[in-house]
């Protein structure tokens, strides 16, 4: 079956840096699209970048020009390289994929990894 494993959150001081990784097995998802969702304590889960299978990245407003979304498609994996972090990032941080098309909105990806936890201090 289809299994999303994450690492690489932890805590970091604002203004650091953070790789994010996501394993993914169980198939080859050269064709899908995969991305990053984020949730903080009390808000709802929002999406964070997607890259397509072509390697064509969307990003969220709030995180251009500081995240960058990549694959390897080798290796079956989408990184996050979060770079300038600020403490309103913190939250736990979930990839996801889906075949075809890249989507911003949660419910339309089937899969999902556990989440890895990203604490930014001030």
Do not use: H
């Not at 979304?69 to 990032?89: F, G, H």
Request: proline share 2%; glycine share 10%.
């Amino acid at each position: 079956q289809v299994q999303l494993v994450e690492s690489g959150g932890g805590l970091v001081q604002a203004g650091g840096s953070l790789r994010l990784s996501c394993a993914a097995s169980g198939r080859t998802f050269s064709s899908y699209a995969m991305g990053w969702f984020r949730q903080a304590p009390g808000k709802e889960r929002e999406f964070v970048a997607a890259i397509r299978s072509d390697g064509v990245r969307y990003y969220a407003e709030s995180v251009k020009g500081r995240f960058t979304i990549s694959r390897d498609n080798a290796k079956n994996t989408v990184y996050l390289q979060m770079n300038s972090l600020k403490p309103e990032d913190t939250a736990v941080y979930s990839c996801a994929v889906r075949p075809g098309s890249v989507a911003t909105y949660s419910y339309d990806y089937k899969y999902w990894g556990q989440g890895t936890q990203v604490t930014v201090s001030s």
